[in-house]
Every structure is written in C-alpha cells, then in structure tokens.
C-alpha cells in the first residue's frame, strides 16, 4: 500500500490548512487511517486516526481545531486544520493499518509563522 499525502503549506497563525492523502489501493472502512505529525526535534506523534462507523481519535492538543474524515470510495482520508498555531509546526504523515501492517505516507510540511 503507497500512501500519497497533500496539502501541506505555509499559514500565518489562526489560519486553515486541509491535508489529503490517497491509498493506491482499497482500504476498507474497518481499518484505521489517519495522521501523525513530528515536530522539529521532536517524536512522531498521533494527530488523529478514524475507522468507519467509529468515532476518531483525536490527540488534546489538537481537539477542537481538527476534524478527520474518510472517503472510503476513494481510499482517502483527509484531515482539516483550523486555528493552526506555532505548535502545529511539523512534517505530518498519513498513516494506514491493514490487516495488522502499518503504511506510512512520504510526509507533508505544515509551517505556522507570523
């Protein structure tokens, strides 16, 4: 499974970015997809994951401000950010868990400057 992430980009604080990602191939609804991020000298760290049917999990420091979803007819998974602050800087990853393999996506850089 490749995973292709997008949407990455410079913001100013308080502003919006909508990340993407597309699985080459069928992920069903039962498995979890979402994203992790990693932070300059930092670990990698979930951000938020969603199965269909269930409700996501979200890491606190992002609740409230991100919303994951799932399009599982294009094997999609999708991750709107809002309120970005400074701490939301990182490389974010799409990350996909099929039948107990994970997959990881090449990593999308979100900077939040003034």
């Known amino acids: 499974v490749q995973l292709q992430a997008s949407g990455g980009g410079s913001v100013q604080p308080g502003g919006s970015l909508r990340l993407s990602c597309v699985a080459s191939e069928t992920i069903g609804g039962w498995n979890n997809m979402g994203w992790y991020r990693q932070a300059p000298g930092k670990q990698r760290e979930l951000v938020a994951t969603k199965r269909s049917g269930r409700d996501p999990t979200y890491a606190r420091a992002i609740e409230g401000r991100f919303t994951i979803s799932r399009d599982n007819a294009k094997n999609a998974v999708y991750l709107q950010m809002n309120s970005l602050n400074v701490e939301d800087t990182a490389v974010y990853y799409c990350?996909?868990?099929?039948?107990?393999?994970?997959?990881w996506g090449q990593g999308t850089l979100v900077t939040v400057s003034s």
């Open positions: 990350y996909a868990k099929v039948d107990g393999n994970a997959y």
